[in-house]
């Protein structure tokens, strides 16, 4: 499977951004789908996560709870991260996760940068 990020860039304090993940050749109704950051001198942490089936489960990081959104899109192969109030600390490069339902593997995309700043 391969994952590519797009939408991140250069937002105000304040500002939205939303990421999209594209998978190929497509995602499976059973896959966990999530999106983790990594800010510089920092550990990967995980920011937001979907799972499969018929009524998907989200979880997400105590800090962007009610502030940022993710959701799938089987029939068009996505995972979206709609982010909202921004902050400073919320830049880092975001990644796309993927686990398969089949292999149960872990699958990630190259990354895309989001830098809030004034």
């Known amino acids: 499977v391969q994952l590519e990020e797009s939408g991140g860039g250069l937002v105000q304090p304040g500002g939205s951004l939303n990421l999209s993940c594209t998978a190929s050749?497509?995602?499976?109704?059973?896959?966990?789908l999530g999106w983790h950051r990594q800010a510089p001198g920092k550990q990967r942490e995980m920011v937001a996560t979907?799972?499969?089936?018929?009524?998907?489960?989200?979880s997400y990081l105590d800090s962007v709870k009610g502030r940022f959104t993710i959701s799938r899109d089987n029939a068009k192969n996505t995972v979206s991260l709609q982010m909202n109030s921004l902050k400073p600390e919320d830049t880092a490069v975001y990644y796309c996760?993927?686990?398969?339902?089949?292999?149960?593997?872990?699958?990630w995309g190259q990354g895309t940068q989001v830098t809030v700043s004034s």
């Open positions: 996760n993927l686990i398969s339902t089949l292999s149960e593997k872990n699958f």
């Open positions: 050749p497509g995602i499976l109704n059973g896959d966990t």
């Open positions: 979907i799972t499969g089936g018929r009524s998907p489960i989200t």
